[in-house]
């Protein structure tokens, strides 16, 4: 499975940003697949999630109402609208996946290279 994400930019407060996972090779090892983000000098944190069948969504608490999880399954792309952005949400941001456990935030297998979200004040 490669992933490859886009959509990464310079945003002021307040303002929106779609990130966009293309992901290649999909079988049933990636079913669930999720954004992480990685800010400067800090350990790289869970963001949200999304189960294939899109039955499932996960997020953590600190975006909760202003990010939203989606995917493309016609273009085997999960995306991640970024709403209301604030300059915490500065970071590097990864897509991941791993083939089951929406609910656990470890065991992903598979990462792409990332892309730079950054929220200016």
């Known amino acids: 499975v490669q992933l490859v994400e886009s959509g990464g930019g310079l945003v002021q407060a307040g303002g929106s940003l779609r990130l966009s996972c293309a992901a290649s090779g999909r079988t049933f090892s990636s079913n669930v697949m999720a954004w992480f983000r990685q800010a400067p000098g800090k350990e790289r944190e869970f963001v949200a999630a999304?189960?294939?069948?899109?039955?499932?969504?996960r997020y953590t608490e600190s975006v909760k109402g202003r990010f939203t999880i989606s995917r493309d399954a016609a273009k085997n792309t999960v995306y991640l609208q970024m709403d209301s952005l604030k300059p915490t949400d500065t970071a590097t941001y990864y897509c991941a996946a791993k083939e089951s456990g929406v609910d656990s935030e470890g065991g992903y297998n598979y990462w792409g290279q990332g892309t730079q979200v950054t929220v200016s004040s």
């Open positions: 999304i189960v294939w069948t899109a039955r499932s969504v």
